[in-house]
């Protein structure tokens, strides 16, 4: 379990990228209920991260996204990072 | 704005000058001063109206102007008498024609049933030779004999062409834009407020997360905007970041339609508007909208000399003006201070300029608060029309009578004074005026006549609404008064006392209150948004003869001449207007009324001291008066009080700084300013603050009784 | 949790507007005078904003931004520029600094707010 950061902008990129390298290789589930802002940087390290669990084969995962990060990505066309409540459980 | 809102909406500022006209013309032809030129113009006035409707495909306004157009050719004819029965039914039918226009703005709907009818009492004015056209005619009539055909812009499906059409934006945040504190994600947002956005994400050139570099931007988008949205709107996002967040904006045609508008929409727009323009009014030069001159076309020329030349400026742009000379005159009374405080202030030389850069800074202000002056005309001219309508709805004969449309007040005055004359206008037909009977029992004209005046007066404008009706019954006021506990039933009252008893909050009572006045507030409402504004309104009565209101603003509401005052060490500024004099009170002056109220003898009369300091809540005990220094202030009845304060630090216009938006209203507070010094002070509203501080007192006494 | 921001001019008449304005706004208020006092004031608080004149004694606007931007912790924080003058050099010098918009004095309260919420959304 990852719980992301509140204030998701250039000074949190760095160690969100350090922190995904390390959980490198098992499952994971990234607890999105915190966040108050995200920005382009840390949306394109999910995004690499996302992409590297799927080649590897391991189940990638954001859950409880808050407001903030379900609008933040809906209006940056990366919707599909934050899943709907319902599928949340 | 979207380019064919954009001609509506000139084409609407068009119809209000046209309506405006066209009603003065019909004022004019009923007051028998009218000639063949009267008629002429105001046919001309529903000919163009009807021409943009057709235009826009408006086909109801149409087919009624073309009924009141015809109408009035036979008036221009010689056919039709302009009779006074005549020219009343073309001033409803006027009426009718704005309520077309309204609905037109998508304000208010047109009532049909009285739309038709009126239709019809104008065809039968001409029925013996001009059949009622159907409204397919009326839109399609040919060329007439102004060389006018209804034109109808193809604007293709106006709808589809704003879907098809749009703004392709692609932007790529380059390495350094978040290290600026930019992001992506604030640049979509705002792109999101001008108008629906379509984002789609390119993630083609993210690497494998271990090669990834955290700060470095790899990820760009594309976004899709409504081509209605400006240009520059969607440019001034990326005004500041420049080259950090590289863009390329592009215009997507989609599926152009028929007209050749789609490369260049508001340009092309722009030409049409001006042919439509040209088109409709031929002879009527003064009457084109001079944004021709603005627009800088130069095959257009000068507007006619005798009309005087003039533009006609963005209201922003004016604003801006004012807020620059505000801080001028911010500026130099810091300057004059600054200059005060060093040993400069010996250097002759530097006194002389500096009073004559004040001199100039006055007159720069001055200068520019005449371009927002505007003639009251603007308000005036929508009073006809209630007056008709309040003198249907309450069977009286009524008469308007117009004097000093052109006095001239500023910009925020004028858009404050159109629901106090409406109110009082109200209230002057329906309780002042007498029913035509009772008028001719009392051997007066059946016909009551309301006079609406504005005049400037020691640089306040002032708005006189007088009545010929029956004056106020001032034994039932007094009665009223007295039932509701507003004042006691011994009290000692003038005549001008009790008029002024009906401005008392509680006083307007269920017996006063028809439809017609009633709609809307009371009199203690409306005088409080005058007050509100610097402003009093007063009421003069004789029995029998009728009554006056009067009604005084001041000429501006930007700049504000005052008494710097300090309070609990807070800086406040006292509107002059309602300073009557200041003093230094003598003890033996001074005498307790009550456990905590006082008053003040001022030659013979005693009036009640208030502490600003606790007025305003900035201290629970209030000074000894005799070590404080008074303002006498008058309220708007007349009444004085004495408002005590710690002292008087000076007098000087002042600049209201418009902070309305983020302060909370408080009671006694009507806004702020800045000071030569830069201290920030508060401005009184002294109203406020005497009604207060009277309601408290007596709040506890009434409770008591 | 209310944001916090740090408005750095030498006129205290803009420092009390900006004060007045912001607080009314709900925002907390750090005040300096002058560029070096706006970097002492960043060691003792940590804004969300930073609204900075240009032309000030000691340091100026935009060795002021250079300093902060030096600042791990301030890498990303929106600074805006309040400044009379406009000219497109002054910007570029500025954007070069490290800023990220530019206000034009004298600012409209509600110009202000919008743009200081929409930086720090």
Redesign the interface.
């Known amino acids: 379990m990852l719980r992301l950061s509140p204030v998701l ?2 000074g949190a ?2 160690p ?2 350090r922190g ?2 390390e959980a ?1 290789g098992a499952a994971i589930e990234i607890d999105a209920s915190q966040v108050e ?5 840390c ?3 999910l ?3 996302r ?2 669990w799927r ?1 590897d084969g391991r189940s990638f995962a954001i859950v409880q996204p808050s407001a903030a990060f379900a609008d ?1 990505v809906r ?4 919707a599909d990072l934050a899943p709907q409540q319902e599928d949340v459980q | 704005m979207d380019p064919m809102d954009a001609i509506k909406a000139t084409y609407f500022q068009e119809c209000d000058e046209l309506l405006a006209s066209l009603e003065e013309g019909l004022l004019a032809l009923e007051a028998g001063e009218g000639d063949s030129d009267t008629i002429n113009a105001v046919f001309r006035a529903v000919h163009s109206v009807k021409g943009g409707a057709g235009a826009f495909g408006f086909d109801r306004m149409v087919e009624f102007a073309h009924v009141f157009e015809t109408a009035l050719d036979a008036m221009r004819a010689g056919k039709l008498d302009p009779e006074p029965e005549v020219v009343k039914l073309m001033l409803r039918a006027t009426d009718v024609l704005v309520d077309h226009v309204q609905a037109a703005k998508g304000e208010g709907a047109v009532d049909e049933g009285r739309a038709a009818a009126m239709a019809d009492d104008l065809a039968a004015l001409t029925s013996s030779e001009a059949p009622k056209p159907a409204a397919s005619e009326a839109a399609a009539a040919t060329t007439d004999e102004w060389g006018f055909a209804p034109l109808k812009f193809d604007f293709g499906d106006e709808a589809s062409a704003a879907s098809e059409a749009k703004w392709r934006l692609v932007m790529r ?1 380059a390495p350094q834009m ?9 640049f ?3 792109l ?1 407020r001008l108008g629906d956005a379509q ?3 390119d ?1 083609s050139a ?5 090669s ?1 570099q ?2 470095t ?3 760009a ?1 594309t976004v899709e905007l409504p081509a209605s949205v400006e240009e520059a709107a969607i440019r001034d996002v990326f005004d ?3 080259e ?1 967040c590289p863009i390329e904006l592009t215009l997507e045609g989609g599926e152009a339609p028929a007209a050749p508008s789609a490369e260049a929409p508001a340009a092309d727009m722009q030409a049409l508007l001006q042919a439509v323009q040209d088109e409709s009014s031929p002879e009527t030069s003064a009457t084109v909208p001079p944004a021709a001159a603005e627009k800088g076309s130069a095959d257009k020329g000068a507007p006619k000399g005798a009309q005087g030349a003039t533009i006609r400026v963005d209201l922003e742009r004016v604003d801006r003006l004012i ?2 000379v ?2 001028l005159v ?1 500026n130099q009374a ?1 300057l004059a201070q600054r200059v005060a405080e060093s040993e400069l202030a010996c250097s002759s030389s530097v006194a002389i300029g500096l009073d004559e850069l004040e001199q100039l800074t006055r007159e720069i202000q001055d200068s520019v608060m005449a371009i927002r002056a505007q003639p009251v005309k603007s308000v005036f001219q929508r009073m006809p029309r209630l007056v008709r309508e309040i003198a249907g709805a309450t069977g009286k004969q009524v008469r308007l009578v117009m004097e000093g449309e052109g006095t001239e007040v500023d910009k925020t005055v004028i858009e404050r004074l159109s629901d106090p004359i409406t109110h009082m206008l109200r209230n002057a037909i329906d309780h002042g005026l007498e029913t035509p009977e009772e008028r001719a029992a009392a051997g007066k004209p059946e016909e009551g006549a309301v006079r609406l005046a504005a005049l400037h007066r020691s640089g306040r404008i002032v708005i006189e609404v007088s009545d010929d009706g029956k004056g106020i019954n001032r034994p039932r006021v007094r009665d009223i008064a007295v039932e509701k506990g507003l004042i006691a039933a011994d009290a000692n009252l003038t005549d001008d006392e009790i008029d002024n008893l009906i401005f008392l909050p509680g006083f307007s009572t269920a017996s006063s209150v028809s439809n017609i006045s009633g709609r809307g507030v009371g009199m203690d409402v409306v005088k409080r948004s005058i007050q509100a504004l610097g402003g009093r309104i007063s009421i003069a009565s004789q029995p029998g003869k009728g009554s006056v209101f009067t009604l005084s603003l001041p000429l501006t509401l930007a700049v504000l001449d005052g008494m710097v005052i300090s309070a609990s060490g807070q800086t406040l500024v006292a509107p002059l207007t309602a300073i009557v004099e200041t003093l230094r009170p003598k003890p033996e002056d001074v005498r307790a009324l009550g456990p905590a109220g006082a008053v003040l003898a001022v030659r013979g009369a005693h009036v009640p001291l208030i502490d600003v300091g606790v007025a305003l809540g900035l201290r629970h005990a209030p000074i000894d008066p005799d070590h404080g220094v008074v303002l006498l202030v008058e309220s708007e009845g007349g009444g004085r009080s004495a408002l005590v304060a710690d002292e008087i630090q000076g007098q000087r216009q002042v600049v209201i700084k ?2 309305e ?4 209203r408080v009671d006694g507070i009507a806004a ?1 300013t ?1 000071l030569g010094d ?3 002070a508060l401005i009184l509203d002294v109203e406020a603050v005497v009604e207060k501080r009277l309601n408290e007192r007596h709040a506890p006494l009434a409770k008591a009784s | 949790m209310s944001k916090t921001i740090l408005t750095v001019d030498d ?3 803009i420092r ?2 900006l004060l ?2 912001l607080q ?2 709900g925002f907390n208020v750090v005040q300096a005078e002058d560029g070096q006092d706006g970097l002492e004031a960043l060691r003792r608080s940590s804004p969300d904003v930073i609204i900075t004149d240009i032309n000030m004694p000691r340091l100026d606007g935009y060795g002021f931004i250079e300093g902060v ?1 030096q600042d791990q912790r301030h ?5 805006l520029v309040l400044s009379t003058e406009s000219s497109p050099e002054k ?2 010098r500025a ?1 070069e600094a ?5 206000i034009v ?2 600012f ?3 110009t202000l ?1 919008d743009v200081v919420r ?2 720090s ?1």
């Open positions: 902008d250039l990129a760095a969100l990228w995904l390298c490198r802002r995200i920005g382009g940087l949306l394109q390290v995004l690499a991260a992409t590297q080649a933040g209006l940056m066309a990366a | 945040p978040y290290a600026k504190g930019h992001d992506a994600a604030l979509l947002r705002e999101a984002v789609s994400l993630a993210l690497p494998d997360l271990e990834l955290p700060e931007p790899y990820l988008w500041f970041v420049g950090d807020d620059l505000g801080e911010i810091m418009s902070l938006a983020n302060y909370q702020a800045i830069g201290r920030v | 006129s205290r008449m009390e507007m007045i304005v009314e706004a931007r890498r990303a924080t929106p600074i910007k570029q954007r490290g800023a990220t918009g530019w004095k004298p409209k309260a509600d707010l929409r930086v959304a």
